[in-house]
């Protein structure tokens, strides 16, 4: 999964795709001085249509255990097992209810660490599994005991500190004998030929671990163990599977090992890592563990699916939730009745505003009848009953300070891009009226290539409306477009009272970053020059609540109160789009007032890249500094020899984890 890639414009070396209507592309490339301009570009926005985001839903916030002494051997006789297990026909379990196929979790008594345990597993799984195909129940030990719950389970989780019982153990052992599958997390659960031994030294401590996956490729990524290792034990050796994983360390203890078991194709993964815990666990102690676990965290994920699919689950990418239709709204009483004169005039007989990518119809009020596709959406213009559980339409009225930008907007709980849906509008509704695009989630957003991505509940995604004069200072500098637009995000967070310490950055040239560690955000902008006016189509998307599998700002307050003491509370999307345009109208107001110097004070205070050092095109290519932005908005880096050159936002990427600056595969 890749990274959002948010760039600028070749044709005008800045945001912006190909002009409109024929009309040429200004080139907004000023030099300063006798800078010389390097034919190394970052990032080309003309292969990005719209934005993409990679993240998916969050998982709930939860404690870990403190895992007991474990037993060394749960090996013992397995004479009889078969009496506890349903029918068979032909080697295989029979599912003798008709049941939905189950996914059980055992976590132990029903304390409130086993509640907790019980909450952290099924979230993690909910992430990973097509929860279409699967229902995840909780299996407590009376019931393990005595219901008939092998009959139509596909996958028992094992996921406790605590001793696992020996009879209980006996009837794991059963449904394994008859084909049965096992998870065991962090659990004192194993099998003839291993044991648990105690690592007293690894509880609860980030470990480098090296992966092995079914095809043989290796995942390597930091973990927090369980203070326990697996090593031989008494009994039969079993022949392991090909999943397996060590520390990356010269003992190279056992962490998770395959076993197959049985003669009917019972397979059981045992893994002494905590898996099914988020970096922000309270288990986690130090901001460095957290930040590891984070830089890690889609690679829990990959090595979690891997598990999974082996034992013989569905991972496979949800399907696309169904469309939903727009809504008409105005965050202010004034400007709706001119907004509703201004549709009635430009809309043809049926009600339809018609683009070159969609139609938009307008409606008075919405039927399920009516039917909603990529490129015909209709638009509810009656909202006075107008609610939805993931934007709060009142939060977002109070929060929007601005004179125009943000005003009239385009609300969807689910649409394919919000970069397209202003496309017939933009360039005939009155300025003032300050278009913008908001969503919950879309399912087409793309990314580089033939990538796409479905953006997640807990993203602020919107596409943003703005006009600049071609003859003003922002107007002859475009590329400060993208740079102001990941500014106010930052900035829309950071001054808020109590939240300025919150280290919410910004990275050359569109990405929001959390530190220099992780991008959790990224600015896609689409110019079109019209006559003496630009008109910039501004994507944004940033994590707001979406921990997994990267990180959002909430991750960022909630590890904040935890160093600090503090109780920061969390924000919401709704809240941050709002401030956030606030924020974009406030900057290009002082930007068109003092040029580039009134601004670039606050983007330096909060940018990624002061002194940073970085080689041109490979890690043996020429080393220079990053010294800051020209006056057009492009890098300017200092080389060995005392040269200064301009780097600009088309056509190479910028691995900034990797301290290069890179030609762009082509």
Same mark, same amino acid.
């Given at each position: 999964?890749?990274d959002p890639?948010?760039?600028?414009?070749?044709s005008?070396?800045?945001p912006g795709?190909?002009p409109?209507?024929?009309?040429?592309a200004?080139?907004?490339d000023r030099g300063?001085?006798?800078v010389e301009?390097?034919?190394?570009?970052?990032?080309s926005?003309h292969e990005c249509?719209?934005?993409?985001?990679?993240t998916i839903?969050s998982?709930?916030f939860?404690s870990?255990?403190n895992?007991?002494?474990?037993p060394y051997d749960?090996?013992?006789?397995l004479e009889g097992?078969?009496?506890?297990l349903?029918?068979e026909?032909?080697g295989?379990?029979?599912?003798?209810?008709?049941?939905?196929?189950?996914i059980?979790l055992?976590?132990?008594?029903?304390?409130?660490d086993g509640q907790d345990?019980?909450?952290q597993?099924?979230?993690?799984?909910?992430d990973?599994v097509d929860t279409?195909c699967?229902?995840?129940?909780h299996?407590?030990?009376?019931s393990?005991?005595?219901?008939?719950? !092998?009959?139509n389970c596909?996958?028992?989780?094992i996921?406790t500190?605590?001793p696992?019982p020996?009879?209980?153990?006996?009837r794991f052992?059963?449904?394994?004998?008859?084909?049965?599958?096992?998870?065991a997390?962090a659990?004192s659960?194993?099998?003839?030929?291993?044991?648990?031994?105690?690592k007293?030294?690894?509880q609860?401590?980030v470990?480098?671990?090296?992966f092995?996956?079914?095809?043989?490729?290796?995942?390597?990524?930091?973990?927090?163990s369980?203070g326990?290792?697996?090593?031989?034990?008494?009994g039969e050796?079993l022949?392991?599977?090909k999943l397996?994983?060590?520390?990356d360390?010269?003992?190279?203890?056992r962490?998770?090992?395959q076993?197959p078991f049985?003669?009917h194709?019972?397979?059981?993964?045992?893994?002494q890592?905590?898996l099914e815990?988020?970096?922000?666990?309270p #288990?986690?102690?130090?901001q460095?563990?957290?930040?590891?676990l984070?830089?890690s965290n889609?690679r829990?994920?990959?090595?979690l699916t891997?598990?999974?699919t082996?034992?013989?689950?569905s991972?496979?990418?949800?399907q696309a939730?169904?469309?939903?239709p727009l809504?008409?709204?105005s965050?202010?009483e004034e400007?709706r009745?001119?907004?509703?004169q201004w549709?009635?005039?430009?809309?043809?007989p049926?009600g339809v505003?018609r683009?070159?990518?969609l139609?938009l119809?307008?409606?008075?009020?919405y039927t399920s009848?009516?039917?909603i596709?990529p490129?015909a959406? !209709?638009?509810?213009?009656?909202?006075?009953?107008f609610?939805s559980?993931?934007f709060?339409?009142e939060?977002?009225?109070?929060?929007?300070?601005t004179?125009?930008?943000?005003?009239?907007?385009?609300?969807?709980?689910?649409t394919?891009?919000?970069?397209?849906?202003?496309?017939?509008?933009?360039?005939?509704?009155?300025?003032?009226?300050?278009l913008?695009?908001?969503?919950v989630r879309q399912?087409?957003?793309?990314?580089?290539?033939?990538n #796409?991505?479905?953006s997640p509940?807990?993203c602020?995604?919107?596409?943003?409306?703005?006009?600049i004069?071609l003859r003003?200072?922002?107007?002859q500098?475009?590329p400060?477009?993208?740079?102001l637009?990941?500014?106010?995000?930052?900035?829309a967070v950071r001054?808020i009272?109590?939240y300025?310490?919150i280290n919410l950055?910004?990275?050359?040239?569109?990405?929001?970053?959390?530190s220099?560690l992780?991008?959790l955000g990224?600015v896609?902008?689409?110019?079109?020059?019209?006559?003496e006016?630009f008109?910039?189509?501004i994507g944004c998307?940033f994590n707001v609540?979406n921990?997994?599998?990267?990180?959002?700002?909430n991750?960022l307050?909630?590890?904040?109160n935890?160093?600090?003491? #503090?109780?920061l509370?969390?924000?919401?999307?709704?809240c941050?789009i709002?401030?956030?345009a606030?924020v974009?109208?406030?900057l290009?107001?002082t930007?068109q007032?003092q040029?580039p110097?009134g601004v670039?004070?606050l983007?330096?205070?909060?940018w990624v890249h002061?002194?940073?050092?970085v080689?041109?095109?490979?890690?043996e290519?020429p080393k220079?500094w990053i010294v800051?932005?020209?006056?057009s908005g492009f890098?300017?880096v200092h080389?060995?020899?005392?040269?200064?050159v301009t780097?600009?936002?088309?056509?190479?990427?910028?691995d900034m984890?990797r301290?290069?600056i890179?030609?762009k595969?082509?």
């Amino acid at each position: 999964m890749e990274d959002p890639q948010s760039p600028g414009s070749a044709s005008t070396r800045g945001p912006g795709g190909a002009p409109r209507g024929g009309e040429p592309a200004v080139d907004g490339d000023r030099g300063v001085g006798s800078v010389e301009h390097c034919p190394l570009h970052l990032s080309s926005c003309h292969e990005c249509l719209e934005l993409e985001n990679s993240t998916i839903e969050s998982v709930r916030f939860a404690s870990a255990e403190n895992i007991p002494d474990l037993p060394y051997d749960y090996s013992g006789s397995l004479e009889g097992l078969a009496d506890d297990l349903p029918p068979e026909r032909d080697g295989r379990r029979v599912n003798v209810t008709g049941k939905a196929p189950n996914i059980l979790l055992y976590v132990g008594s029903d304390s409130r660490d086993g509640q907790d345990r019980l909450q952290q597993v099924r979230s993690a799984l909910a992430d990973c599994v097509d929860t279409d195909c699967y229902t995840v129940y909780h299996l407590p030990p009376e019931s393990a005991l005595k219901d008939p719950w !092998p009959d139509n389970c596909l996958l028992l989780v094992i996921a406790t500190g605590e001793p696992v019982p020996e009879d209980l153990s006996r009837r794991f052992t059963a449904y394994l004998s008859q084909g049965g599958k096992v998870l065991a997390l962090a659990s004192s659960f194993t099998l003839p030929g291993f044991r648990v031994t105690s690592k007293a030294l690894l509880q609860d401590m980030v470990q480098s671990l090296v992966f092995c996956k079914a095809d043989g490729s290796l995942v390597r990524l930091s973990v927090l163990s369980s203070g326990y290792v697996y090593e031989e034990g008494p009994g039969e050796p079993l022949g392991p599977g090909k999943l397996h994983g060590h520390l990356d360390s010269e003992d190279g203890d056992r962490l998770v090992v395959q076993v197959p078991f049985g003669t009917h194709g019972g397979e059981a993964v045992l893994c002494q890592v905590h898996l099914e815990l988020p970096p922000s666990s309270p #288990a986690v102690q130090t901001q460095e563990d957290f930040n590891l676990l984070k830089s890690s965290n889609f690679r829990r994920y990959e090595v979690l699916t891997e598990i999974l699919t082996t034992l013989g689950l569905s991972c496979d990418r949800k399907q696309a939730p169904a469309l939903t239709p727009l809504y008409l709204l105005s965050a202010t009483e004034e400007i709706r009745d001119p907004l509703m004169q201004w549709l009635q005039k430009h809309v043809d007989p049926e009600g339809v505003i018609r683009s070159s990518k969609l139609s938009l119809k307008f409606i008075s009020s919405y039927t399920s009848e009516i039917e909603i596709t990529p490129s015909a959406i !209709p638009v509810v213009t009656d909202t006075e009953s107008f609610s939805s559980e993931n934007f709060d339409f009142e939060i977002y009225r109070q929060n929007l300070k601005t004179r125009k930008l943000g005003k009239v907007i385009l609300f969807a709980e689910v649409t394919p891009t919000t970069m397209s849906l202003l496309d017939g509008l933009m360039f005939e509704m009155p300025q003032e009226m300050g278009l913008i695009a908001i969503a919950v989630r879309q399912t087409q957003g793309k990314g580089r290539g033939k990538n #796409a991505w479905l953006s997640p509940l807990g993203c602020a995604l919107s596409t943003l409306l703005v006009c600049i004069p071609l003859r003003s200072p922002l107007g002859q500098r475009i590329p400060f477009v993208q740079h102001l637009m990941s500014l106010a995000v930052v900035e829309a967070v950071r001054s808020i009272p109590g939240y300025q310490d919150i280290n919410l950055r910004v990275k050359w040239p569109n990405d929001i970053y959390y530190s220099d560690l992780m991008k959790l955000g990224g600015v896609l902008v689409n110019s079109t020059l019209m006559g003496e006016t630009f008109y910039i189509l501004i994507g944004c998307g940033f994590n707001v609540t979406n921990s997994n599998p990267t990180i959002c700002i909430n991750d960022l307050i909630t590890e904040y109160n935890k160093e600090h003491g #503090a109780e920061l509370q969390p924000l919401r999307a709704d809240c941050l789009i709002a401030r956030t345009a606030t924020v974009l109208e406030e900057l290009i107001d002082t930007f068109q007032d003092q040029g580039p110097n009134g601004v670039l004070p606050l983007y330096y205070k909060y940018w990624v890249h002061s002194a940073q050092q970085v080689h041109l095109g490979s890690a043996e290519g020429p080393k220079v500094w990053i010294v800051g932005l020209d006056d057009s908005g492009f890098l300017l880096v200092h080389q060995e020899n005392g040269d200064v050159v301009t780097v600009h936002p088309d056509g190479n990427s910028f691995d900034m984890l990797r301290n290069l600056i890179v030609p762009k595969e082509r």
